[in-house]
């Protein structure tokens, strides 16, 4: 009686979807960035055991720089003040403030920079890229 070919067995579905199903965070506690299955609620930091709660879906994150030690914060849009965990400086979430970013005019590398900068150096290939240009900034005599 001929033995049947046991198939080999399938391995079980990973729990987590590739790539894709994951968000990212920073931690409150120390400035990690923590990557966390969508849907969770709260993600523990594996570095300093911190709890960060995970803002609901279609929040919006906003980023700034600290005023104090200049640190990239995030915080939800819309906030008039963050904390930074690391200089517990209050910074007020102004315009000013704020980080955009802009594509480099050269290599389309996208580049962060200052709200009210006037151009942005590219670290990659040095072109500078003007933040805004109008034409119409140019004087005519
Ligand atoms: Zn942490
Ligand atoms: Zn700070
Ligand atoms: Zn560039």
């Known amino acids: 009686m001929p033995v049947p070919l046991a198939p080999y067995p399938t391995p ?8 894709g199903g994951q968000s990212q ?10 990557l966390y299955p969508q849907g969770a609620k709260s993600v523990c930091c594996a570095v300093c055991r911190a709890v960060t709660t995970v803002p ?7 980023q700034l720089i600290c005023g104090g030690c200049h640190t990239l914060l995030m915080y939800i849009r819309g906030a008039s003040s963050v904390q930074c965990s690391c200089c517990h400086t209050v910074n007020l979430a102004l315009e000013a403030n704020q980080v955009a970013h802009v ?7 996208l580049l962060m920079y200052q709200y009210g900068a006037r151009s942005v150096k590219c670290a990659v290939c040095n072109f500078v890229t003007s933040i805004g240009a109008s034409p119409s900034t140019e004087q005519k005599a």
């Open 12 to 19: 079980p579905a990973p729990l987590a979807p590739p790539n």
């Open 25 to 34: 965070l920073v931690c409150s506690g120390c400035r990690n960035l923590l």
């Open 56 to 62: 609901p879906p279609g929040t919006e994150m906003a």
């Open 103 to 109: 594509n480099c005019g050269n290599c389309q590398m």
